[in-house]
């Protein structure tokens, strides 16, 4: 069975930056899309970013010039960078990953923007 493991939440100061990974139990080229997405309290889930296999990403407009989606592959492992980030960061957040078995899920990790 896939397993994901996010790491790398925390708190963090406006302005601050944080590099959460998402470690998968087998390689990541069997996999059609790795996504980040989260989730704030009273508020419905997000998907923040996502590595398409092949290398293309995309971003939600709220983390857009501010969040990087990266894979290596050698590691099993997609990472996150969020810059400057602000207390509306402020989330659980989760990975997925696609394959033709379906979708599968993260614990989370929760991050907290806050001065």
């Known amino acids: 069975q896939v397993q994901l493991l996010e790491s790398g939440g925390g708190l963090v100061q406006p302005g601050g930056s944080l590099n959460l990974s998402c470690t998968v139990s087998?390689?990541?080229?069997?996999?059609?899309?790795v996504a980040w997405h989260r989730q704030a309290p009273g508020k419905q889930r997000e998907s923040v970013a996502r590595?398409?296999?092949?290398?293309?990403?995309g971003y939600s407009d709220s983390v857009k010039g501010r969040f990087t989606i990266s894979g290596d592959n050698s590691e099993n492992t997609v990472y996150l960078q969020m810059n400057n980030l602000i207390p509306d960061d402020t989330a659980v957040y989760y990975c997925?990953?696609?394959?033709?078995?379906?979708?599968?899920w993260g614990q989370g990790t929760q991050v907290t923007v806050s001065s």
């Open positions: 997925s990953a696609v394959s033709r078995r379906g979708e599968v």
């Open positions: 087998e390689s990541l080229t069997n996999f059609y899309l």
């Open positions: 590595l398409v296999a092949g290398g293309s990403a």
